[in-house]
Structures are given as C-alpha cells and as structure tokens.
T-cell receptor, first 110, second 111 residues
C-alpha cells in the first residue's frame, strides 16, 4: 500500500549547522505538504508542493519536490533554536488520501 | 479567523468504555480529517469527512467511527476502549485537501 518513508528519524545539530529531512514514496504523489510540530504542540502547515521539480523557499527553509513526484526534501540553512521540533511530510495519493511520514525530530544545541 | 477547536482536551477512560471527541473546523472549511498520534506509530490517518459524508477511511478497526454535521462540526467515537487506544487524537480542517489546519488535539488515556 501507499507509504511515505521519511529519514532521518532524529537529527541533532549545533546551532548554525544545516539540516535536511527527506521523504520518499514508491508511487507518484499528487502533491506533498510539509508540517512542523513543536514539542507539546500540534502540526502546523509549512508549505505545499504540487509541480514536478518544484522548489520553494521560505527564508532559511528550502523545499523541493522531485522530478518524478516521488520524493521531497526540506533543507534548513543555519539552524536556530527556534527550529526545534518534528518535521513531517504528508503525501497525497490520487488526490484522495494523505499519508504522513514518520517525522524527523530536530534538536538544535545552542 | 478562529482556529480549529477540539473538546475535550484531556480524557481518562478505562478499558471497555467508549468515548466521543468533538472537532469544530475553521468556518467555511468543508473537510475534516482525524488522526491518531502515538510516539511509536506517528500520525495515522483515521478518516476524512467532507460535506457530511465519509470520503476516506484509514486502516483502523470498526470500533473507530465518526460523523460530520451540516455545520461541518465533526465527532469521532471509539467504542470498547483498549489500552492501545491511548494517544493524541488530532482533527484537521481544510477547504478541500489543501492546507490542513490542525486543532490542539485531545489527549486520551485508557487505564
């Protein structure tokens, strides 16, 4: 069945270092969304990617959608302590159902 | 614009009991989805309602059910609670499968 694999599960970085999380699907996605969940909070929408090869930027965050629409990445440049949280991707299959990745928990040491 | 609200925020139940959770979506949103979040399983999709109809269902047993009312408010019900049902239940509303706005969740503990 459909499944979105997300790696790594955890990432510990020093403040100022970069961070990347990856999502992969075995089948083509209709679109992919990214969410951030702070400790004790709920997921908050970051962005949606729809087009093949799409790249979007939000300040220090860069989101990419693969050419085959089967993979995506979120890259944070020069992490800050405010970036701490769990980052989830959510792939939409056949414009029908979302499947969330297992999340990457980011810890940033000051 | 008011956000997604969920009630209650916390619940403690015992095995065998049943529970009903409520979700009020953002005004104008027609789609409401429910998710179960546990440390071990991550975010698992339960079901989605759109204009009072269940549009999608995840791989959960029949003990988990839901409904949506004409004002888009949604409820989910879990019958015959098991210890493994302890989780954070999140509701998310959207216009139609675009940006999902999550509520704060209901933390269910089954003893």
């Amino acid at each position: 069945g459909q499944q979105v694999m997300q790696i790594p599960q955890y990432q510990h970085v020093q403040e100022g270092e970069d961070f990347t999380t990856y999502c992969n699907s075995s089948t083509t996605l209709s679109n992919i969304q990214w969410y951030k969940q702070r400790p004790g909070g709920h997921p908050v929408f970051l962005i949606q990617l729809v087009k093949s090869g799409e790249v979007k930027k939000q300040k220090r965050l860069t989101f990419q959608f693969g050419e085959a629409k089967k993979n995506s990445s979120l890259h944070i440049t020069a992490t800050q302590t405010t970036d701490v949280g769990t980052y989830f991707c959510a792939g939409l299959y056949n414009f029908n159902k979302f499947y969330f990745g297992s999340g990457t928990k980011l810890n940033v040491k000051p | 614009k008011a956000g997604v609200t969920q009630t209650p925020r916390y619940l403690i139940k015992t095995r065998g009991q049943q529970v009903t959770l409520s979700c009020s979506p953002i005004s104008g949103h027609r789609s409401v989805s429910w998710y179960q979040q546990t440390p071990g399983q991550g975010l698992q999709f339960l079901f989605e309602y759109f204009s009072e109809t269940q549009r999608n269902k995840g791989n959960f047993p029949g003990r988990f059910s839901g409904r949506q009312f004409s004002n888009s408010r949604s409820e989910m019900n879990v019958s015959t609670l098991e210890l493994g049902d302890s989780a954070l239940y999140l509701c998310a509303s959207s216009w139609d499968r675009n940006e999902q706005f999550f509520g704060p969740g209901t933390r269910l503990t089954v003893l």
